[in-house]
């Protein structure tokens, strides 16, 4: 799919407005080929990215210099994983022994979610820039997650005995982004916390979403606010200063 | 065990009416998650010549959800027309479901009993129903609503035009409506789901929705699709308000997690009543549901989730909508996992609603992570069209770039007009016609664009 040209006719200009398919070509009632064809497109990425396997081996060598520790939820597979939000937020039985408390007070979990494709793309980048960020944090080692909701990281956190747990996950894929990934902060993580109790930072995916800096500088907004406030959720505002490096659009404010 | 049934030398036991109607349902990932499905094929089957041997009365008798715990129950209790009831009261739910096919029952003598048929009956027997009779039984009841134009005749298909845009962009979401447009989707409503919460964000929509409707003086109703408590701020301000959207379920808790009760949708119904904006008729609600939603909030009493869609379907009725939608696939697989079990959600909710007679229309759509795809939305679109929905979803490319999900497009929407000889409402077909929007045979015109952008103050840049 090559960049469009700058549009000069009216169906281009109106075309530029937004990002919706608009103006597409029609034959009879239908959509020509052209059109049919891009639409397949895009939902083949966003279904390749939700069933594809994180691959562990090429994350380690991603982020080197940095134990990682593997586990999963009780989610056998992608079918069960995606029927079964609960077992998803569950730490597989054998996996909590292997998570002894670290003595730090802040881990970084890397959940595959909804798009591994995301966690491949964005994960080790955006690690290397949040430890630059959380200098002042004791890290306990990180740990790789397959078949993860956003709520594994507390089960997980609870096991390494930290104050704070960083769940960086893939997010359900949309049919234009399906590399997005997510990074949710819980303060005090012990099963059953509600999603109530948790921050968000979404839409990590540069260079068309927030880019790695200004996401680790967000994320560590955050926790440096719920490590003075001892929570997280809707009580912890997000009112950190605005990313550098999010793109904009002409004209916005 | 309240009911049992002995095949082949095993005793089927059923604690109560929710266990039985749980286990009868066909299946689906969500009363899995629950945990209430059937634990076998076989119990299933047991469940079901149960549930078709049981008389109609019983559900006067065993609420799912008991009275005093439950406003929706109250509803359903209390809003029971005994009249109405009278000609079926000797029915089992088999005997229903041999009543609604027969040659007897046709869509007059469906809508003098509506009004004594429950939500659980309706959901019992729906059950029972194979999908051709779910097509059939749908097919011979017209439910009408109007506001600027006529929405369900016999014949007719209506298109609500979804312009969404992720950051509520004025001239995005302009230039989506013109597209619908002159793609003659828009005649159910053009309705905006609003990426942003405020109030005055949607004021800024409405008006834009209201300029656009009057500078062509197209004969349909507008939208933002917000919740009802900022609809009754916009009405106080003088917002041009066609039409009152919300979001319903079937439980008190789980409208209580939507931030409304029956009270609060009586208020709102008022408000926007007093307007008198509509002109062919004054029916000015826009509600939305899907199986689901209750579990999601954790709010279901343990019935399953099809049942409660239809107790949603018992909140509605009570307000005389224009527009009732099930977002059928939106909410994603953990609650319908493929496109089997998603069109046979959509079979059942467009047929259940018709019975209660709500004038349905479906959301046909799916979300990345379920096991679904546009071959499975065509399906659904095409069943649906021959059972006479009322209305679906036109969205530009079928691509909603704010929601982030798949749903219908304006072409899918000229795709079943066309393939099964349906119009649009009258007075919106008129309009087309009138503005040079339709060709001499009729179709939607492949000439050069016939509303000028320059109607549309958000499109003035476009010149620039």
Redesign the interface.
Known sequence: MAEPPVPTDLTGRLRSLTQARIALARTGQSLTTGALLDFELAHARARDAVHARLDVDALRAAIPGRALVVVRSRADDRTTYLQRPDLGRLLDRGDAARLAPAGAALAIVIGDGLSAIAVQRHAAPLVEALVARLADWSIAPIVVAHHARVALGDEIGAALGVDLVVMLIGERPGLSAPDSLGAYLTWAPRRGRRDSERNCVSNIRPPHGLGYRAAADRIGWLAERARAIRLTGVDLKDESPPAADLPRLPGDR | MRYRFDLGGTRHGFDDLRHLLAVASPPR?GD??AGLAAESAEQRVAARYVLADLSLSTFLDELVIPYEADEVSRLIVDGHDAEAFAAIAHLTVGGLRDWLLSNEADGAAIAAVARGLTPEMVAAVSKLMRNQDLIAVARKIRIVTAFRDTIGLAGRLSVRLQ????TD?P??????V??GLL?GSGDAVIGINPAGDSVEAAATLLQLLDDVRQAYAIPTQSCVLTHVTNTLRLVERGAPVDLCFQSIAGTQAANAGFGIDLALLDEAHDATLSLRRGTVGHDVMYFETGQGSALSADAHHGVDQQTLECRAYAVARAFRPLLVNSVVGFIG??YL?DGKQILRAALEDHCCGKLLGLPMGLDICY?????A??DDMDSILTLLGVAGVNFVMGV????D?ML???ST?F?DA??L??TLGLRPAPEFEAWLGSAGLLGPDG??S?GP?ALS?RAIPA?AR?DG
């Open positions: 990932s899995a998650l312009p969404n845009h992720p962009d001239a995005g979401i302009a230039a989506s013109l597209d793609l697989p953990e996992y979300t990345n992570h379920a096991e795809d546009q530009p490319g079928a691509d770039i982030n999900y798949q497009s072409h000229l795709y007009r066309e179709r939607i492949g664009p952008h499109l476009l």
